[in-house]
């Protein structure tokens, strides 16, 4: 049988089939283009430098949901509000919670302590930001993509484990990177989401706002008090976030504001930027 010019052209794009993936947030992108490869094509939900407490998606990202296959839900802010629409646009969409199975912990207050506060805490989602949990996030994400294409399942399965190595590996690297630091090293954040980082590598994260809200100015003079008996040498701010609070809080505290996002898609990258910076050590 012999087929037109044009057909042999495209003929390569049909024998591969393609999952219509729409991923929450860039690290979990990157961790399904690691797994899925050229199997799967990924749109993404928000944006480097958008903030997924607040974000609401763009006309063209309801037309990448209304074409997806799978979604892949971390449970920031904005899917509560947003994941019931996405399902009504596209109910046969496959949502899959990447954190289950992961124990999730409350958010920590910078007003616990102080008379008279009101514990509202809700629970951390930025479970990516620990190498444990996103091993756990890996092998949901190939599960889905083995189910909604079995014909190459043993590829995603062989990615994978390429996938859990490399976590492993970098996983290595902070541990040695934190070795000198002293056991439960607290270290300054303006928002609280590296939780799970510091939970897994025995340290403290002391946040200066939680749910968007500026400490108020006897707030900050007892978060001033604490990061001197903790010996803080840097105030981690991320870019999405406002930074008023943390400058004020440098110059009096004379130290550094590094700017490091959760958010990044180069996971690895951002992990080794935190703990170098922890550390003391020279950034790079």
């Not at 490869?37 to 209304?66: C, D, F, N």
């Not at 040498?233 to 004379?254: C, D, G, N, Y």
């Amino acid at each position: 049988m012999r087929f037109p010019p044009i057909f042999l052209f495209f003929l390569p794009l049909f024998l591969i089939a393609k999952i219509h993936c729409v991923a929450s947030i860039a690290p979990v992108e990157s961790f399904a283009k690691a797994i899925g490869g050229r199997e799967v094509t990924l749109s993404l939900m928000v944006p480097p430098g958008q903030s997924p407490h607040t974000y609401e998606p763009k006309p063209s990202q309801m037309r990448a949901i209304a074409n997806a296959d799978c979604y892949l839900a971390v449970g920031v802010e904005f899917e509560k509000a947003w994941l019931p629409r996405f399902l009504s646009q596209n109910p046969k969409m496959i949502v899959v919670d990447l954190s289950r199975g992961i124990k999730k912990y409350p958010m920590v207050s910078p007003l616990e302590g102080l008379a008279g506060h009101q514990n509202e805490r809700g629970l951390d989602p930025h479970i990516w930001t620990a190498p444990e949990n996103v091993k756990m996030m890996g092998r949901h994400i190939a599960e889905t993509f083995e189910k909604l294409d079995p014909a190459h399942k043993e590829l995603y399965a062989k990615r994978l484990q390429a996938f859990l190595g490399s976590v492993d590996a970098t996983d290595r690297k902070i541990r040695n990177i934190l070795s000198a630091l002293p056991p439960h090293s607290a270290f300054m954040v303006f928002h609280p989401s590296w939780g799970y980082f510091a939970r897994e590598y025995g340290l403290r994260q002391l946040p200066v706002e939680i749910e968007g809200k500026a400490p108020k100015p006897r707030q900050l003079m007892q978060l001033i008090d604490e990061a001197k008996r903790e010996h803080v040498r840097a105030i981690f701010v991320q870019p999405e976030f406002s930074q008023k609070s943390a400058r004020l809080l440098a110059r009096e505290l004379k130290i550094p504001i590094v700017s490091v996002s959760p958010l990044s898609s180069d996971w690895e990258k951002t992990l080794l930027k935190l703990a170098r910076a922890l550390s003391g050590k020279k950034l790079r």
